[in-house]
């Protein structure tokens, strides 16, 4: 499920213009979130799997914990 939410990244404009006459490096800086989760440690394990969570129950979870979830929502 974290890999599904991995998608986009911060996508800036820096300089405006034609560049010339230099040596240039075009990095890719939506590469360095693997690079940071291969080389920090993170939980990868889960502590508990609960189902049917009521929304007051979950938001007393929220408070104190981190939360996976995947959820349907009616519209």
Known sequence: ME???YKG???ECFF?????NDSYYMLDV???YPFVMR???????YI????NYTVGGLH???RTKAV???VLIET
């Open 9 to 11: 990244g911060r996508v």
């Open 30 to 32: 939506n590469s360095l």
């Open 48 to 51: 508990r799997i609960s189902h």
């Open 3 to 5: 890999r599904e939410s």
């Open 16 to 20: 405006l213009g034609s560049l010339e």
């Open 60 to 62: 007393r979870i929220v």
């Open 39 to 45: 080389s920090n440690p993170f939980p990868v394990k």
């Open 68 to 70: 996976v979830a995947k």
